[in-house]
């Protein structure tokens, strides 16, 4: 029974004491008569003083707690004149605006985001918590219009797991699954995204790279050939100078022949190619490709100088491609001194703190710290139709190998490339 029920059953039996009492003074006294009187009005006083101090408050609260669980958060509750149950109505009113302001923006973020999901590009697909297909955004529809094919993503994907699928128009779309919670429930959904033109961009980016590497490995084979057959053209009706001519040529073939090598590889992976690595003395190595080395500066007037080397440290390395990176780094060396007389460029071994080293040095002008740093970035280049990807193939080459590499103008002004095995 609620509190006004109470009061009124109050009210009604101190009532009916008081009017039997007043009744029955009539026949004792008028003194007695007159002071049953004064205790019924002043009962009735007190129900009227305990209805609008007590009961009027709470009856006040308990609309407030029926407008709260009919969520009407528009009307609030009044003051009564008691300061306790004032200040009870303000918090409460307070509590209202809290939720009223919680509520609208709940709903604003609710909109933002349902509207986010409509227009976005990557499509949109949202479970419940039976795995039901609750949601499905135009561009998840565009995307994966059967059917079949959306719940065979569904079904595949675990939380976390981010997978690639070939549809049967060609298309590549990338499939990841993620979960959120909703009223205490966890939820999973899907993103589906068409990423066919970026991975055709990376793969044409891929293909344009390994052509320029190709190409750029073509061109400085043959410009050396060239300039060895232009320096031994001169001495074929020499018989004194024969052997000479036939040590050019025969590093020439040598050449030819690693540069195809090379070629068939990268065409066989489509990639610069993972070294083969067999034991090889570093002297032995640097006497194998000291013709076409030194043919390099040939037709600059530069000096390349194979210095000899009193030891032969032994390390593992693919000589065909090893021998590609230092006819870069030896061009590049060249190119670089070939700018003031007296140039000259060596190709020296040394070992170092016990680990083998080649190292390449040149007279040109120097290099900037900041700009040799730079020139091992792809498809950066200082040079008028260069390519960038010279000391880039250098470095992936030497990395494959294990080693490292350096390139800096010391204070002696002379420019070296280190490889340390």
Known sequence: MRLRA???????????VCVTAVIGGLHVGTALFYALEGLTLLSLLSLIFFYRRLIRPLDSLARGLDMLRGQDRTTRLRHVGQPDVDNISDTFNELLDTLKAGR????ERTRFVDLLITAAPIGVVILDYDGRVTLTNPAA??????????????????????????????ATLRCSCHTFIDCGVEHRFYLVEDITNSVAAAERAAYEKVIRIISHEVNNTVAGIGAAIDA????????????????????????TDSL????????????IPDPQRMPMGLRDFTARNAPFLQSLGVASGVRVVIEPAEINPEVNIDAPLLGQALVNIVKNAVESASCRGGAIVTVAIDRRDGHPVIEVTDNGPGIDPDKARRLFTPFYTDKVGGQGIGLTFVRDV?????????????????TRFTIVF
């Open 260 to 271: 195809a090598r090379f070629i068939n590889r990268f065409a066989e992976v489509v990639r």
């Open 104 to 107: 609208v923006q709940y709903e």
């Open 141 to 170: 529809r565009r995307l994966v219009p059967d059917d079949t094919l959306l719940r065979q993503i569904i079904d595949s994907l675990a939380v976390g797991a981010t997978v690639d699928r070939l549809t049967d128009g060609g």
């Open 6 to 16: 109470l009061f009124v059953v109050m009210a009604v039996l101190q009532t009916a």
């Open 232 to 255: 031994a053209l001169p001495a074929l009706g020499d018989p004194d100078a024969a052997a000479d001519v036939a040590e050019v040529l025969t590093s020439c073939a040598v050449r």
């Open 398 to 414: 030497v990395r494959r190998h294990g080693a490292t590499c350096r390139l800096v103008t010391g204070t002696d002004g002379l």
